[in-house]
T-cell receptor, first 112, second 113 residues
Framework: ETGVTQSPTHLIKTRGQQVTLRCSSQ?????VSWYQQALGQGPQFIFQ???????GRGNFPPRFSGLQFPNYSSELNVNALELDDSALYLC???????????FGPGTRLTVT | ELKVEQNPLFLSMQEGKNYTIYCNYS?????LYWYRQDPGKSLESLFV?????AVKQEGRLMASLDTKARLSTLHITAAVHDLSATYFC?????????????FGTGTLLAVQP
């Protein structure tokens, strides 16, 4: 157990819709990152939040956005869903001194 | 741009045999991670390697890091079926305050009885 939780576990959406995925980190873990893992591939970095501000972003369009809250929870929002957005979405949290990144169980998003 | 390559992509082993997975990366980094992923599941942290020459062992798995060669290895000793999974290496890429991981393509390990 990593202490990182995500919801929902599975989600099915239609192309063009919007979706919000949620992550709850361990207390004190003030850095959270989101990753997208397409089937058969390694995870790809989407963005990172530190103290409620985005401070790093991968090669993802602006329709991928996020929020981080003071209670160590965070959200990933995706607008105008496309079929290629179907993937496992993972959040990872990191503590103050830690080199370790703790991954949550993931949310499986299917876009039809 | 940092690139991470793993080989082999697929590895079929017999129980009791030894084998090594290789992870090469293209630019300097001092943090190398190994993860295990079972089908449909999240990533389980195996090792974090933080310095040149670092070696860590857990059970039948041993990981090492050579930062000069930009190479990490994951050695499997006397494989058992329970080790069947996909193994990823990931390199820490740091720019400004960002602490992102760049993952390899993964190695699918199938241990046959």
């Amino acid at each position: 157990e990593t202490g990182v939780t995500q919801s929902p576990t599975h989600l099915i959406k239609t192309r063009g819709q919007q979706v919000t995925l949620r992550c709850s980190s361990q207390s004190g873990h003030n850095t959270v990152s989101w990753y997208q893992q397409a089937l058969g591939q390694g995870p790809q970095f989407i963005f990172q939040y530190y103290r409620e501000e985005e401070n790093g972003r991968g090669n993802f369009p602006p329709r991928f956005s996020g929020l981080q809250f003071p209670n160590y929870s965070s959200e990933l929002n995706v607008n105008a869903l496309e079929l290629d957005d179907s993937a496992l979405y993972l959040c990872a949290s990191r503590g103050l001194a830690g080199d370790e990144q703790y991954f949550g169980p993931g949310t499986r998003l299917t876009v039809t | 741009e940092l690139k991470v390559e793993q080989n082999p992509l697929f590895l079929s082993m017999q129980e009791g045999k030894n084998y090594t997975i290789y992870c090469n990366y293209s630019t300097t980094s001092d943090r190398l991670y190994w993860y295990r992923q079972d089908p449909g599941k999240s990533l389980e942290s195996l090792f974090v390697l933080l310095s040149n020459g670092a070696v860590k062992q857990e059970g039948r798995l041993m990981a090492s890091l050579d930062t000069k060669a930009r190479l990490s290895t994951l050695h499997i000793t006397a494989a058992v079926h329970d080790l069947s999974a996909t193994y990823f290496c990931a390199v820490g890429a740091y720019g400004g305050a960002t602490n992102k991981l760049i993952f390899g393509t993964g190695t699918l390990l199938a241990v046959q009885p």
